[in-house]
């Protein structure tokens, strides 16, 4: 069966730390995956894309990393903020195109 | 400006009856979503619409009709409701037909149904 799986647990950190949110998909081809935040009681933000060919993107302190050998991909998000506390969810688009996926998201918490 | 915007933000109502969510997005995109986020926080796609034709229609019960009037809305129409409908529905927008890049998403319509 088709599978987009996150840690289901939230994630803790330190103020300044890098947080590592990780993604994995199974049975599916995607052409490109996405990672959003939703706050609380908000819909989901767009923050960055990684196609297919593409081993790593970057925007100010994000990092996304795509491995289709591992079927999985890694967001960082380096010298965290608590303003960084949020949820993460990951996204793909499937090889055909119209559906985008999304998985059940990771609760990240950043202490001041 | 919004720009995808649902109402309303809160919905309650008693089993059976029939509502309806409204969703207007002033991007200009041509393909609109429906999502429900269950109690679980899994979002879910319904329906996608590009240029007011369905073309994505998740094995969703017929108890749920979304209609779009134009390219910049979509509503969903909800007859005889059920407790397992209470979700959010979350409406979302995008650019670019079959590859949509990044969605926009409303704020959501929280519905709980008694």
């Known amino acids: 069966s088709q599978k987009i799986e996150q840690n289901s647990e939230a994630l803790n950190i330190q103020e300044g730390k890098t947080a590592t949110l990780t993604c994995n998909y199974t049975?599916?081809?995607?052409?490109?995956l996405q990672w959003y935040r939703q706050d609380p009681g908000r819909g989901p933000v767009f923050l960055l894309l990684?196609?297919?060919?593409?081993k790593e993107k970057r925007k100010e302190r994000l990092k996304v990393t795509f491995d289709t050998t591992l079927k999985q991909s890694l967001f960082h998000i380096t010298a965290s903020q608590p303003a960084d506390s949020a949820t993460y969810l990951c996204?793909?688009?499937?090889?055909?195109?119209?559906?985008?996926?999304f998985g059940a998201g990771t609760r990240l918490f950043v202490k001041a | 400006d919004t720009a995808v915007s649902q109402t309303p933000k809160y919905l309650v109502t008693q089993m059976g009856n029939d509502k309806s969510i409204k969703c207007e997005q002033n991007?200009?995109?041509?393909?609109m979503y429906w999502y429900k986020q269950d109690s679980k926080k899994f979002l879910k796609i319904m329906f996608s619409?590009?240029?007011?034709?369905?073309?994505i229609n998740e094995t969703v019960p017929n108890r749920f009709s979304p209609k779009s009037p134009d390219k910049a809305h979509l509503n969903l129409h909800i007859n005889s409701l059920e407790l397992g409908d209470s979700a959010v529905y979350f409406c979302?927008?995008?650019?670019?037909?079959?590859?949509?890049?990044?969605?926009?998403f409303g704020s959501g319509t929280q519905l709980s149904v008694l």
């Open positions: 979302a927008s995008s650019q670019g037909g079959v590859y949509a890049e990044k969605l926009f």
């Open positions: 049975n599916y081809s995607p052409a490109y």
């Open positions: 990684i196609r297919e060919n593409e």
């Open positions: 996204a793909l688009l499937n090889t055909g195109g119209f559906k985008t996926i």
């Open positions: 991007l200009g995109h041509d393909t």
């Open positions: 619409y590009n240029n007011k034709e369905l073309i």
